[in-house]
Every structure is written in structure tokens, then in C-alpha cells.
């Protein structure tokens, strides 16, 4: 495909892979991050379009939408991916850091999606993947907020899919258990989590999946988990 699709949260772990994969398969993609060294690594590799941007800022997110439209004039594919989290017992939890994940994991999704939105109804088409998570559909212990913010995103996801279906635009979210990046300080390529988590690139073949669904076909949900995950 020659289409054109955002990454956020592009400039390592799953939205890395994704905006790899995407541009192996011909896409022409707009990376998004707040680490313009890492975008613009990838916008080489990817022979595509670095915009420097924090997902919960609406003029950052305005911005990446207008040097996308500058760039290459339309905008086919949103893979809301950008996420952080953190985990502690609930009494323990800083207030700021329900803000940090509410504002990235929830505003950032809903300022991306509300921004497209436009474009995407104009054209009569347009695929948003939404990357939540596996405890946007269970609870556990250290996982208050961060599985908040989780089942937030879902549920936003889940009634933007209704909205706007009738206008021919498709909305996809996609559930990972765990997998091997960055995510929460880690350090992903270690012997453990080569056996115990999923690879960014798994990921990302499921977006490829999802976004190769044909035009009257809408994967709404899939999750994924590593074969060892028993939660
Ligand atoms: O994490 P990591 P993942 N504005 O830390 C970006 C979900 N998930 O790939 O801004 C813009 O390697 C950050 O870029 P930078 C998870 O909830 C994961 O695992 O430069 N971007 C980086 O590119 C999240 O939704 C697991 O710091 C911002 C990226 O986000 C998604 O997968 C399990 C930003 C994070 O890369 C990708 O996370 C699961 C901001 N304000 C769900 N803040 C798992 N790994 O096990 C952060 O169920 N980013």
C-alpha cells in the first residue's frame, strides 16, 4: 500500500516495530515521540516523516497532523500506541503520576483520534489502531491506576468504533499481555524475557493483520499473549 499512517509513541519499543513494518509494506509513515534523536533515526530507516510531538499536548498533536497533510497530503492509517505505566500499591501512588498516564494513555489517544477524525470523514475512510493492553480487560494487584487508564482508553476506543463506523471509518484495538521493550523503566533482550514475553515485532504483524482486514471487514478486538502468560 502507498497509504499514510501516524505511529505514536514511535521512537522505540512497539511503535518502533510498527512503523518498520508499516514502511516495509509501503506505507509512508509519520513517526511520532517526544525523542527527536530516535525519530529521526527511524524517519531514515523508514523513509518517512519524523514529528517531534507529546501526545497529550493538542497543539503538538494539531501540528503533527498539518506536517503530515504538508507532507503528503492525506492521512489513511492512526496507531495510537504512546503509553506509560507504572505500578505501585494504590496508597503509594503520587497523584502526579495518575495525571502522567491518564495524560498520555487516555488524553493522548483522545487528542490523536479527535484530530484525525475530520480528515478521515472527509475521505469517507480511515483505520485507527488502538494499542491498550491486556489489563484493559482484568485487574491486579499495583495495577489501580495503570489499568485505569487502560480500560479508559478501551472504552473510549470501543464507542468511537460505533460513532463512526456508518462513515466508513474503522476502528481496531488490539490487547498485548507482555512484551519485550522499554515499557516501565525495563530493558528489553534479556534471556528471561526472551522466554516470558512477546516481541515488539508480534505486535506489530498484528497491526499489519488488522489493517489488512478488506474494506467491508473491521477487526474490532484482538488480543495477543505470549504462550507463557498465565494471566
Ligand atoms: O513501551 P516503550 P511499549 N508523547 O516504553 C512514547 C502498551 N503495552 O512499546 O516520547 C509522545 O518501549 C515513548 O516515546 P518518548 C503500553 O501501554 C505495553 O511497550 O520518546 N510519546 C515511546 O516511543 C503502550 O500504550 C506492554 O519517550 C510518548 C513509547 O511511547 C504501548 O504498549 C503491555 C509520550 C513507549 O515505548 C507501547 O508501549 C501491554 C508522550 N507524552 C500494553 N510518553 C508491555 N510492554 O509489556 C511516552 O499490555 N511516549
Keep these: 500500500t502507498d497509504k499514510v499512517a501516524i ?4 521512537s522505540r519499543g512497539i511503535g518502533r516495530a510498527v512503523a518498520l513494518l508499516l514502511a516495509i509494506q509501503g506505507a509512508r509513515v509519520v513517526s511520532v515521540a517526544r525523542s527527536a534523536d530516535e525519530l529521526e533515526e527511524l524517519a531514515h530507516k523508514t523513509n518517512g516523516l519524523a514529528v517531534p510531538a507529546d501526545v497529550a499536548d493538542e497543539t503538538d ?7 503530515a497533510l504538508r507532507h503528503y497530503g492525506r492521512i489513511d492509517i492512526l496507531v495510537c500506541n504512546a503509553g506509560v505505566g507504572s505500578f505501585n500499591l494504590l496508597e503509594h501512588f503520587p497523584a502526579d503520576e495518575w495525571d502522567r498516564m491518564f495524560d498520555v494513555n487516555v488524553k493522548g489517544t483522545f487528542l490523536f483520534c479527535k484530530a484525525v477524525l475530520p480528515y478521515f470523514k472527509a475521505q469517507k475512510s480511515g ?7 491486556d489489563v484493559a480487560r482484568r485487574t491486579f494487584e499495583h495495577g489501580t491506576v495503570y489499568g485505569a487508564s487502560k480500560f479508559a482508553q478501551d472504552a473510549m476506543l ?5 460513532e463512526v463506523r456508518a462513515q466508513g471509518i474503522k476502528v481496531s484495538t488490539i490487547y498485548p499481555g507482555l512484551v519485550d521493550t522499554y515499557f516501565n523503566e525495563a530493558k528489553p533482550g534479556s534471556l528471561e524475557t526472551e522466554k516470558t514475553h512477546l516481541k515488539p515485532a508480534d505486535i506489530a504483524q498484528a497491526v499489519r493483520y488488522v489493517l489488512e482486514a478488506p474494506p467491508h471487514v473491521v477487526v474490532d478486538e484482538l488480543m495477543i499473549h505470549p504462550l507463557t502468560q498465565e494471566w
Design 7 to 10: 505511529v505514536t509513541g514511535a
Design 127 to 133: 483505520h485507527i489502531v488502538g494499542i491498550t493492553s
Design 61 to 67: 498533536v494539531q501540528n503533527v497532523i498539518s506536517e
Design 158 to 162: 470501543g464507542s468511537l468504533r460505533k
